[in-house]
């Protein structure tokens, strides 16, 4: 599960956009976050979010 705190770091610090959010899914479920410049796997199933449609879905479960 993504972690939020460390989520709102990535905010904070610049290192994501503060309106849109590259998210991971693994089985349908959001695992984690792209930062600006990193690289994503080719087994990644990415995609970009409104940053509370993000926090929608992860409070939703």
């Keep these: 599960m993504i972690d939020l705190n460390d989520l709102k770091a990535a905010v ?3 290192l994501i ?3 849109n959010v590259t998210i ?3 089985d349908g479920e959001i695992v984690d976050y792209v930062e ?3 690289t ?3 087994n990644e199933q990415v995609e970009t979010m409104d940053l509370i449609d993000v926090l929608r879905k992860v409070f939703n479960h």
């Design 17 to 19: 956009d503060k309106y």
């Design 36 to 38: 600006n410049g990193e």
């Design 24 to 26: 991971v899914r693994r």
């Design 40 to 42: 994503i796997a080719e």
């Design 12 to 14: 904070e610090n610049g």
